[in-house]
């Protein structure tokens, strides 16, 4: 007995994939197949793929930041000259301390005559002994570790790469010049793929630059706006000469003030706690009783 013809054709799946799903198949299948000839082509697949929920939302950013990374230059991500946080070769304990603990930095570049003369890397950790051991005899020179410096130029992926190779977190950055336009560390780098990396020390945004410590104490930054510290304080100080607590205070000190000098204003007195060779960048504020 003859077979029946229609009986050797294969029953349509009820499985089928619909003409989109086939699309997107035969792209990522192409993909793999064939390399992408550019990097849009590539991330246009990787968007379709988190179209089709292949991958979420979050996994697309980290890949598009990765990609991203590689087309980045220092320049575009270093924290410039004027807001980094130095140490002085020839500071003691009783100044490096209290610095350290007001910036919640882990890392802070060490100087000598000026901020283009590098000595060094500090690590917090490492002043860590002195408190069980006591500072006699102290110099910064023993606990420094040897500063890395790179050109602006420097691509992210390669600095990512050099960071992990050489085990280190931190490097300064120079111009065209020579001369120290900033620095870099690996969580700026990391912070471009994933987004901000924040952790238990991080100030909340509304409290970045106002930080209340005791019943009238506060710590200011010296970057706050005069027009948020009158809003937090309900006080009148002129914006109109000033952008910043720091230009008023500037103006009230007549001269570029070192660590613990006092300025009153208007009954508000302000204590300088961290000033560098440029500007001040941290002061007490006790508030009138």
């Known amino acids: 007995m003859s077979e029946d013809p229609s009986s050797s054709q294969p029953s349509p799946s009820r499985h089928q994939d619909k003409p ?3 699309s997107w198949l035969d792209r990522v299948f192409n993909a793999f197949s064939a390399e992408p000839k550019s990097r849009e082509e590539l991330l246009e697949i990787i968007k379709e793929a988190a179209e089709n929920k ?5 996994e697309l950013e980290i890949i598009q930041g990765a990609l991203d990374v590689a087309d980045q230059q220092v320049r575009e991500i270093q924290v410039p000259r004027s807001q980094m946080v130095v140490v002085n070769i ?5 100044e490096l301390l209290p610095m350290v603990i007001e910036s919640g930095h882990s890392r802070f570049p060490v100087v000598g005559e000026s901020t283009d003369d590098i000595r060094g890397i500090l690590l917090a950790k490492d002043l860590l002994p002195l408190i069980l051991n006591g500072t006699e005899n102290f110099n910064l020179d023993n606990v420094i570790r040897p500063a890395t410096v790179i050109p602006e130029s420097k691509r992210l992926n390669v600095l990512l790469r050099e960071f992990r190779e050489n085990r280190y977190h931190m490097a300064m950055v120079i111009d065209e010049y020579g001369g120290i336009s900033g620095l870099v560390t690996i969580e700026d780098i990391l912070e471009e793929i994933v987004g901000e990396i924040e952790d238990e020390t991080d100030e909340d945004a509304d409290d ?3 930080r209340k410590v005791a019943d009238n104490d506060y710590i200011i930054k010296a970057l706050t706006p005069i027009e948020d510290f009158n809003e937090y304080f309900n006080t009148g100080f ?8 720091g230009g008023i205070l500037m103006r009230a000190f007549g001269h570029l003030p070192q660590r613990n000098e006092v300025a009153d204003i208007d009954g508000y007195q302000f204590r300088v706690l961290y000033a560098d060779s440029r500007q001040i960048h941290l002061v007490r504020l006790s508030l009138p009783s």
């Open 20 to 22: 989109s799903e086939k």
């Open 54 to 58: 292949v991958v979420d939302a979050e």
């Open 90 to 94: 020839d500071a003691q304990p009783a």
């Open 208 to 210: 970045a630059f106002i």
């Open 238 to 245: 002129n914006e109109d000469e000033f952008d910043t607590i």
